[in-house]
C-alpha cells in the first residue's frame, strides 16, 4: 500500500458578496487523502477491484462481518 496521505497546493476561492464583481481566492498547503485500488481476492483470482479512499474502507459495511 501506497501513502495514504499527499500534501497539495489548493485553492480556495471565494465567492464575491452581494453587489460585488471580484471574488477572492486563498492558496495554501493542504493534506489530501489518496484514492487507491482495492484488489478483492477469492482463492487466489481477482474477483473484484474498487478505487477507494482511506476512510471509506473502514466505514464499509461488508468488511464487518470479516
Known amino acids: 500500500m ?8 489548493v485553492t ?8 460585488e ?7 495554501k498547503l ?8 482495492l484488489e478483492l ?4 483470482e481477482s474477483f473484484s477491484v474498487t478505487m477507494r479512499t482511506p476512510a471509506t474502507i473502514l466505514s464499509s459495511p461488508w468488511l464487518h462481518g470479516l
Open 2 to 9: 501506497g501513502r495514504l496521505i499527499q500534501r497539495k497546493r
Open 30 to 37: 493542504d493534506s489530501l487523502a489518496v484514492e487507491e485500488p
Open 21 to 27: 464583481d471580484t471574488a477572492s481566492h486563498r492558496t
Open 41 to 44: 481476492r477469492v482463492g487466489g
Open 12 to 19: 480556495r476561492v471565494i465567492r464575491a458578496p452581494e453587489g
